[in-house]
């Protein structure tokens, strides 16, 4: 075997390679990118034509010849071999399937190297084709504790944001955890998500500050740069987060309004407003009031709020009045038309039938997609938001999802996966019943969207019609030869054997929702949405340029 140095042009491929699958291009343009870079580190082999020719074939290294060509290479290295007598078949098959990636940590080892070598990350990054984050964050590894590389290595390797939470902590808070959560003969596997929360410590961001540097001076707030956020964000945080909420409750103490207060939070980060305090979600008035409080991030929000206005006596006989109001009696209230477990029977009915619905009805793909949005609208919905807030939501959503993964974790999926995927997700959201899993008016509009009423049960039974008021009780005697009788349960009983082979629904379960009621919530969300986006301006300090404004339109068209 010899070195020669030969013109890439020159060279003849061999049609009974191993490798006859085509690369990716992401794969051709990394080589391309590390032959401009550094040259071909690794030297074709090539052998001396057969059958009478005069030249040589590529008998190992056919990308690295195409791409040296692709470079504008004049000559390169390579290899002179002898022909096998199998052409070259077996060594070929074993120089291809004898290759193995590096792991990250041989990869940070030998950039550590590089870098010890005088390689900048950034030139590290040309020659490897590598975003430049992504040498940072293999570099982090330079903070890990050894016992915990040397795991690593063996293919056991933690996300990015859990490597990130332990690169930052010490050595010594790491060499702890390590002893608590490091692998045993029994379960070799780690759960680097334990490691990752053992050392997971609290960031206050300075961007969510609302004192300024004075404050954060008074209270030994000091702030660190995380590198690996977006350079067009402000990335400094604090994990001294009682000094950090000390100094927000101090600004807001300071810059309380006239009517203003200072609020505590629920457990579910939601503000606690005064008993019988209204909230106003609109422009406020002059006479409504202020509440100031914390979210889950520390960052001081405002809402207002009015408080119910005192009715005053009005006559000399006021007080008479009101000293005699025990001798009235108590005044006794209508029945309503349905009681209260009739309308939770209601909400059952209504989810049972939606549930069917959306498993059986016809539905088009378009229609899909917006019932899975107006899902996610629902009051019985939690997640958790990317732009701050944490809702903690159901672990159970996730199973309708994994179906559209392939086995290598890649999206891949047909679009009957993708429908029976979307009617299972719409399925588990949705839900009309009266109690907290309730998804509000959205469920209603969503019912009556696919014809969900077709799917209710027959409710001239006992059970519900016991829940009817006497005149609901007459009126559904409407349109059947039942007439109303003197006693309420002998009605009941007449529109029950009516029923028996029929089948009723009563109106008020219909989904149709009360218009009145959906134009309030159209209008509610439409104000909402308006506020949270004044609010965003005000926060970022400037508003979007008409040139932004119009770019933004013509995406969302």
């Known amino acids: 075997m010899q070195l020669l140095k030969v013109d890439p042009r020159a060279l003849k ?5 191993t490798r006859q699958t085509k690369s990716t291009p992401q794969a051709d343009a990394l080589l391309l990118a590390t032959i401009k870079a550094v040259g071909i580190v690794q030297p074709p082999v090539i052998t001396p034509e057969s059958g009478g ?3 040589y074939v590529i008998n190992a290294g056919h990308r690295r010849v195409k791409q040296a060509i692709a470079a504008g290479l004049e000559e390169i290295d390579v290899l002179v071999d002898e022909a096998a007598n199998d052409n070259g078949a077996m060594r070929s098959m074993i120089e291809n ?18 870098v010890a070598l005088g390689w900048t990350e950034e030139a590290i990054g040309v020659a490897l084709a590598l975003p430049v984050r992504q040498i940072k964050k293999l570099r982090l590894l330079a903070n890990v504790l050894p016992a915990m590389l040397d795991h690593m290595a063996k293919g056991d390797m933690p996300d990015e944001r859990q490597l990130r939470t332990i690169a930052a902590a010490s050595p010594d808070e790491q060499k702890e955890v390590w002893k608590k959560h490091k692998p045993s003969k029994g379960d070799p596997q780690v759960s680097w998500w334990s490691v990752a929360q053992g050392l997971q410590k609290t960031r206050m961001y300075a961007r969510h500050a609302s004192f300024g540097d004075d404050l954060a001076q ?3 707030i000091q702030w660190v740069e995380d590198l690996f956020a977006p350079a067009d964000e402000d990335s400094r945080y604090t994990n001294d987060a009682e000094a950090f909420l000390g100094a927000q409750q ?18 579910y980060g939601e503000v606690k407003l005064p008993p019988k305090a209204e909230r106003v979600y609109g422009k406020p008035a002059k006479s409504d009031c202020t509440a100031m409080y914390l979210d889950r991030d520390g960052r001081v929000q405002t809402v207002h709020f009015r408080m119910p206005v005192a009715k005053k006596p009005k006559g000399k006989g006021a007080a008479a ?3 005699g109001a025990d001798d009235i009696g108590v005044v006794s209230k209508t029945r309503p038309d349905v009681t209260r477990k009739g309308v939770e029977m209601i909400g059952d009915y209504r989810t049972d039938a939606l549930r069917e619905a959306l498993g059986r009805a016809p539905i088009e793909d378009d229609m899909l997609m917006a019932l899975l949005i107006l899902a996610f609208a629902g009051q019985n919905v939690s997640v958790t938001a990317g732009g701050g807030g944490v809702y903690y939501g159901h672990s159970r959503l996730a199973k309708n999802a994994v179906v559209l993964f392939d086995a290598d974790g890649k999206l891949a999926f047909d679009m009957d996966t993708l429908r029976v995927a979307a009617r299972t997700m719409l399925v588990d959201v949705f839900s009309c019943r009266e109690n907290a899993t309730n998804s509000g008016i959205v469920a209603r509009v969503a019912g009556e969207t696919i014809g969900a009423d ?7 039974s006992e059970d519900f019609l016991s829940c009817l008021s006497r005149p609901a009780l007459e009126t559904s005697c409407k349109d059947t030869p039942v007439l109303p009788r003197q006693r309420v349960k002998d009605t009941r009983a007449a529109l029950v054997e009516h029923f028996k082979e029929g089948h009723f629904v009563h109106p008020s379960a219909l989904f149709a929702p009360d218009a009145s009621k959906l134009s309030e919530w159209l ?6 949405a308006d506020d949270e986006a004044e609010d965003d301006i005000a926060a970022n300090g400037d508003d979007l340029s008409d040139q932004e404004a119009e770019a933004f339109r013509e995406a969302a068209e």
């Open 454 to 460: 077709t799917f209710l049960p027959n409710m001239g």
């Open 523 to 528: 209008s509610s969300g439409a104000t909402s």
């Open 218 to 220: 008074a209270y030994g």
């Open 250 to 267: 101090e600004w807001m103490t300071a810059n309380l309004p006239k009517k203003g207060l200072i609020a505590e939070v629920t457990n």
């Open 53 to 55: 020719g005069n030249g």
């Open 97 to 114: 399937i004898a290759r193995e990636a590096l792991n990250p940590v041989d990869q940070w080892r030998a950039i550590e190297r590089l």
């Open 321 to 323: 009045s009101d000293s």
């Open 13 to 17: 491929e061999n049609p009974d390679r």
